[in-house]
């Protein structure tokens, strides 16, 4: 028997979306709430036990602003590219993504907050990239996953972007990061406007899964 109410388990991970054009850019986020989120990501499983979680929380107007525009630049025509070819191509959910996407880009700046994962390096990932950098990203991911997900159950939205840390060394010098530690990505949050997040489509799992070997 479940200790959870699987119905509403299963609809918080089926429904916790990458949530661009939904997010409220007028409806201020309080700190506790994200305190309250980071709090919850900090039971996510990590390497060793390390704990190498570290959060950077922008909510400076000026900062904001400053991260949008490294963001911009990290992304050039990818985006623009990407939406492109998607209509092309006539693929419908790739044509939302792009859109959706190049709304972000331009209106990064007026997100309320950018919350940026960051993970500590006690060992140089390029020793043994096949080893150290999966664990490197086991050891944040997870953590960001529930910080989204602790995030959607209080009414607020995010998505993990990657492209200011085409950057990163930019981005680092604006919030004086320290050498050893590493960007991992950068969550615009806010609350979203509405609620009612849908399951998306994916591929059938058959198509994807393996027993025993490929």
Not at 28 to 40: Q, S
Not at 51 to 75: C, F, N, P, S
Not at 133 to 140: E, Y
Not at 147 to 154: D, E, V
């Amino acid at each position: 028997m479940s200790v959870f109410d699987l119905s509403v388990t299963d609809a918080l991970l089926s429904t916790t979306r990458a949530v661009r054009k939904r997010l409220d850019l007028e409806r201020p986020v309080p700190n506790e709430i994200i305190r309250d989120c980071l709090e919850l990501s900090l039971q996510a499983p990590s390497g060793s036990n390390k704990q190498g979680w570290r959060w950077i929380v922008v909510t400076d107007a000026g900062m904001r602003e400053r991260l949008a525009e490294i963001y911009r630049k990290g992304a050039g025509s990818y985006l623009e590219d990407g939406y492109q070819e998607a209509k092309s191509s006539g693929a419908a959910q790739d044509i939302r993504v792009f859109d959706s996407a190049r709304y972000l880009s331009d209106r990064l700046g007026e997100v309320p907050v950018h919350v940026i994962p960051c993970i500590e390096m006690d060992t140089d990932p390029a020793e043994n990239p096949e080893l150290l950098w999966p664990s490197l990203m086991g050891s944040i991911l997870p953590a960001v996953w529930s910080f989204q997900l602790a995030l959607r159950a209080r009414g607020l939205g995010s998505t993990l972007t990657t492209l200011h840390l085409c950057y990163a060394d930019e981005a680092a010098a604006l919030l004086n990061i320290p050498d050893n530690i590493k960007q991992v990505g950068l969550l615009p949050v806010a609350y979203t406007k509405g609620t009612d997040f849908k399951p998306a489509k994916r591929r059938p799992l058959d198509e994807l899964l393996h027993w025993n070997g490929w």
